[in-house]
């Protein structure tokens, strides 16, 4: 049996980047050999064996053959005769299907050392189409190689615009979309994912909303402010992506793709808010009114929600804004109410819960109050 470094490892060795994970492909072996040879066995769905002293994962040689629609539709099988070509042509792209020897020899069937000197995002081979999952993880790719000048090549663009006009993506599990959303988010250049996903007629099926040409530009502008400051949580990358929606449609959206709740709530508070807050300003801002709002909308329960809001707000309402103003004051305020202090002023239970929440108001009302301004 041999045995082959594949995948995201090849590829960040050759474009000079650290590897962070190892994988391997084992040719001509079958599961007992594998433990036979002190590997272990892990993974329910699809064998893969840890090597007894690196822990490496080295997965057998495998092909895959196609049944029904979507990520599901896949009977994915090894057999000590799959050939490491085999295996590299199930994957999306060339410059993932590469594979090196463990005398150092690169196997690369499909000239991914090509594209990566020509900074090209291509397909293997038309079994592409087969999975619209591989959309996704394109246009992640194409987000995470921004910066070193990569993109999409024309036929690969073509490829994928078939695939969605033939309704792949609305197949898709929320799950897998929302893993790629996720991921995607905390790439390098967010941005390039959705460009990516919008050029392909993707982004049309996933969030159609976002698809018109002036949102989408409002909600690249929000997420790219955000992507710029230090940390950005996910939930604050996904509400500043939903920000110029309506609330109810974000809702929707949040919920179709199976956002978790934080990424859900975040994202509802920010689209409540934003019309809000710019009809305030239109009428000169009041301290009154924004407690009002800040009060129905319970932020001073959670002052890291409070802040993150107003954080997400700051890239969503760009330009000046008083009552943006008032919010990042009243932010602050709500933070520094500590519930440790209050725990050792001798408040318990309910007791704290009240005290916290009393406090937390009466600094945000001082804060925010018209004699301070
Ligand atoms: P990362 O740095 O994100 O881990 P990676 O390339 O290692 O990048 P993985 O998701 O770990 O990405 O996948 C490992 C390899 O498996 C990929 O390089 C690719 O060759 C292949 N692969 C993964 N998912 C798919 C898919 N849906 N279709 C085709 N090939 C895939």
């Known amino acids: 049996m041999q045995a082959y470094l594949v ?30 040879n002190g590997f272990k066995q892990v993974g329910a769905d699809f064998p893969v064996f840890l090597h ?11 092909t895959e053959r196609k049944q ?10 090894s057999a000590p005769d799959v050939t490491l070509e085999q295996d590299l042509k199930r994957r999306d792209l060339t410059i993932n299907a590469m594979a090196k020897a463990e005398n150092g ?25 087969e999975d619209p999952l591989r959309i996704l993880r394109t246009a992640r790719f ?12 024309d036929q690969t663009m073509a490829l994928m615009k078939r695939m969605v006009d033939s309704g792949e993506v609305d197949h898709l599990v929320p799950e897998r979309v929302w893993q790629e959303f996720q991921r995607a988010l905390h790439e390098q250049a967010p941005e390039a994912f959705f460009e990516v996903l919008r050029d392909c007629g993707a982004l049309e099926v996933l969030i159609p909303e976002l698809a018109s040409e002036k949102v989408f530009q409002l909600a690249m502008a929000a997420l790219g402010c955000v992507h710029r400051r230090l940390h950005a949580e ?31 709530n975040l994202a509802r508070l920010v689209t409540a808010f934003t019309p809000q807050i710019r009809d305030i300003d239109a009428q000169s801002p009041e301290a009154e009114t924004l407690l009002d709002l800040l009060d129905q909308a319970d932020v001073w329960r959670r002052p890291e929600r409070f802040s993150q ?12 804004s008083l009552t943006l103003d008032l919010l990042r004051t009243a932010s602050e305020a709500a933070t520094g109410v500590e519930p440790r202090t209050l725990l050792a002023q001798g408040y318990k239970g309910k007791k704290l819960g009240s005290a916290i929440r009393t406090e937390r108001l009466k600094r945000i009302g001082d804060a925010v109050a018209p004699t301070n301004h």
């Open 142 to 153: 194409a987000a995470r190689f921004h910066p070193l000048g990569f993109s999409v090549c």
């Open 309 to 320: 809001l107003t954080k997400v707000l700051e890239c969503a309402l760009p330009g000046d």
């Open 105 to 129: 020899d690169l196997v690369d069937p499909f000239e991914g050392r090509r594209d990566i000197e020509d900074r090209k995002l291509r397909h293997v081979s038309e079994a592409f189409a």
């Open 68 to 77: 029904g629609r979507g990520y599901h539709g896949f009977t994915v099988y």
């Open 234 to 264: 996910t939930e604050e990358r996904f509400a500043a992506l939903l920000s110029p929606l309506d609330a109810p449609v974000a809702k929707d959206r949040g919920k179709a793709l199976k956002a978790p709740n934080d990424c859900q």
């Open 7 to 36: 995948g995201g490892a090849v590829r960040d060795e050759l474009l000079g980047l650290e590897v962070k994970d190892r994988d391997w492909v084992v040719v001509g072996a079958t599961p007992k050999e594998m433990l036979a």
């Open 52 to 62: 007894p002293r690196t822990r490496e994962e080295y997965a057998l040689a495998r």
